[in-house]
């Protein structure tokens, strides 16, 4: 009945089902992993976002297949912020970095193609790939004081059915950043090879410390072919409203190709809604009452974090540049999941075990930095004084 690319497991994991358990006793819950936005205690700005979606335009129905052109034009004005010009066709709006992915993958790679994602990382790739039929080759990200790509690995892994290489900047849960000189071996293999280059930067307005070694943005390279993606779910903290974004560069004849075969398959779709559309300039100007207030919370947990690791505990944190996330390494006496389980059924705590985001190896566990403060300082210390327990 069912296609083969449906065939995954469909029963519940180890984790799920005793959190499922707690949750029917009534157990009270501290979620470290809690990252929507809308769960929080942020303060959104009620009364301009209501009113941005009671737009009467909203009324006449004007489709294009890139989405309405003064969306565009916000998108376009939200990287001219950042040095980056664009034209506006170089955009196309989606109802999310998912359905951005499908159009990319739909558009440069056949059934049984590649391409390549990092490890660790979005745990949603292998399903995006395995819907568009095709193949994800993992390419390590290596830890030495902070993280790094691991170009040798990745030029390695490249092969003749490779058609994209994927990186997420800054990257989850590691928070790392791509480098400038990364970005120029990454163009360099996909400028040799005819692959495109795509870049998740939804966490990109979300860095903890200037640097400048860090690449901008990738909506500005043009030496190959790259798709650069975000949306309103993490820049205005927004994810209900189902509001994204493809940006297209490259070189120019290349690029031309792309944009038409794209608006052929954004017009199959014509996915967002007007009302959406129309919404879109305002929503994404909310960012800016939001983010401080995000990046306050990241800020002020893991200063916390760091007060309560001292030096010589079983636990230490990985170093993080950005994103929502940190990452805390601990003893690898027990796998990460049984980790998560104890923590769980023994302290009522709620995280991530590494291999959730594909970690190579044991003892990585992945808490969300936007944890409401005494959520996340209760939840903290149950966690350091399980481990002191237990090694
Ligand atoms: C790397 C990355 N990309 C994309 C998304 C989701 O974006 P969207 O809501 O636009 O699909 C997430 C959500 O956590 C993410 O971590």
Known sequence: MFSSRTNWPLGPNRLSLEIEELRRQGVPLLDLTESNPTRCGFAFD???????????????????????????????????????????????????TSEAYSYIFRLLADPGDAILVPQPSYPLFDFLAGLNDIRVIAYPLFYDHGWQIDLPALRKRLEARARAILVVHPNNPTGSFVRREELGELLAFCQRRDMALVAD??????????????????AAATEALTFTLSGLSKISALPQMKVAWAVVNGPAQLLRDALARLEIIADTYLSLSAPLALALPKLLETRRALQPQILERVRSNLQLLDARLRANQPINRLEVEGGWYAILRLPSIRTDEDWAIELARQDGVLVHPGHFFDFSSEGHLVISLMT??????????RILARVAHCV
Do not use: C, K, M, W
């Open 201 to 218: 930067e939804v966490f990109a307005d979300y860095s903890l410390a200037a640097d400048s070694q860090r690449v901008v943005s990738h």
């Open 372 to 381: 409401e403060r005494a959520v996340f300082e209760e939840g903290l210390r």
């Open 46 to 96: 009620r009364q301009g976002i209501f009113e941005a979606l009671a737009n009467s335009h909203a009324l006449s129905y004007t489709p294009d297949p890139r989405g309405l052109l003064s969306a565009r034009q916000a998108v376009a004005g939200y990287y001219a912020e950042r040095g980056i010009t664009l034209d506006a066709a170089q955009i196309f709006l989606t109802t999310s």
